[in-house]
């Protein structure tokens, strides 16, 4: 990897950590999730980056894929927060997330996942197998007593492309391909207080263009060349709703979809319902990694 290209990745990781710690001062309870989305969204901008995808907040039973739409009203009262912040420059991505307990009755689910993200970091070099990681992680979260939550994964960091191999597990899948040198992966543990799998819930309000095709609906057409502009990176359903309105945003979203346009990132919540926490970092694969979204 080149220095220009270790130097846009850098960038991008010291602009989504601070972004993650700006929101989690945010996190209170009183607090409207979309008011600390839309502040985390527009520090990012104002430090010079793009989001990689919408910043994302999920409560309680909720893993991911949790983000705001226009109508979105909800305060913060007591939940279990998992904020989920991405960063791009140039398409070079940063992605890194946390918990926050308003409640003060979760602290150990929230260190668990924490705890397993950090001793994954230790282990991290060219050669070590997949599975290596996802036993360390499993071995963290079930010691403090939960569940890792197996359907969910870390993940390869590609040019404008947030999700590509490998997939690091959150558990001994038993999977012996190996990082390499130069790799850039997200380490992601999910800590569950139920069943440890996930289930898509509705509705969804982040999306990923698949496929670029002519539509006939001058409505759409307009949706669809703004969402063209995100370079096939995720975006938010509120992002639209603030240029084209509501209404036209439904309509077009819903064509999209029925086109096979657009992929829906529906919210993930735990299957019996159990609270779940997160923790995130980004890594280059190296000698010494360098955890990037890790700021002193």
Same mark, same amino acid.
């Given at each position: 990897m080149d220095l220009e290209t270790i130097q846009k990745y850098s960038k991008a990781g010291e602009i989504a950590a601070t972004a993650l710690q700006y929101g989690k001062s945010l996190i209170k309870n009183g607090a409207k999730v979309i008011e600390i989305l839309d502040a985390v969204e527009?520090?990012?901008?104002?430090?010079?980056?793009?989001?990689?995808?919408?910043?994302?907040?999920?409560?309680?039973?909720?893993?991911?894929?949790?983000?705001?739409?226009m109508d979105d009203d909800t305060i913060l009262r007591d939940h279990v927060v998992k904020l989920d912040v991405g960063v791009h420059i140039d398409g070079y991505i940063?992605?890194?997330?946390?918990?926050?307990?308003? &409640?003060?009755?979760?602290?150990?689910?929230? %260190?668990? !996942?924490?705890?397993? +993200?950090?001793?994954?970091?230790?282990?991290? =070099? $060219?050669?070590?197998?997949?599975?290596?990681?996802?036993?360390?992680?499993?071995?963290?979260?079930? &010691?403090?007593?939960?569940?890792?939550?197996? %359907?969910? !994964?870390?993940?390869? +960091?590609?040019?404008?492309?947030?999700?590509? =191999? $490998?997939?690091?597990?959150?558990?001994?899948?038993?999977?012996?391909?190996?990082?390499?040198?130069?790799?850039?992966?997200?380490?992601?543990?999910?800590?569950?207080?139920?069943?440890?799998?996930?289930?898509?819930?509705?509705?969804a309000t982040v999306f990923t263009l698949m496929k670029d095709t002519g539509v006939r609906d001058p409505i759409t057409r307009k949706v669809l060349q703004e969402i063209k502009k995100y370079n096939g990176l995720p975006f938010a359903k509120r992002w639209l709703e603030r240029t084209f309105g509501t209404p036209r945003t439904n309509l077009a979203l819903r064509t999209l979809v029925r086109?096979?346009?657009?992929?829906?990132?529906?919210?993930?919540?735990?299957q019996s319902?159990?609270?779940v926490s997160q923790a995130e970092h980004s890594v280059i694969v190296q000698g010494k990694p360098l955890v990037y979204t890790r700021i002193e």
């Open positions: 527009t520090k990012i901008e104002d430090m010079g980056g793009k989001p990689a995808f919408p910043a994302q907040i999920s409560l309680n039973e909720c893993a991911a894929h949790s983000c705001s739409s940063a992605d890194n997330a946390l918990t926050v307990d308003l &409640s003060g009755k979760y602290t150990d689910l929230v %260190n668990a !996942s924490r705890d397993a +993200l950090n001793e994954a970091l230790k282990i991290i =070099k $060219p050669g070590i197998t997949l599975a290596e990681i996802g036993n360390v992680i499993h071995k963290t979260i079930t &010691s403090a007593g939960f569940s890792p939550v197996r %359907n969910l !994964s870390g993940h390869g +960091l590609g040019h404008y492309n947030i999700h590509t =191999k $490998p997939s690091v597990p959150n558990f001994d899948n038993g999977n012996k391909n190996t990082l390499e040198d130069g790799d850039v992966i997200a380490i992601e543990p999910f800590a569950s207080m139920g069943a440890g799998i996930v289930q898509e819930s509705v509705p086109m096979d346009c657009i992929q829906e990132h529906n919210p993930l919540v735990d319902r159990g609270m």
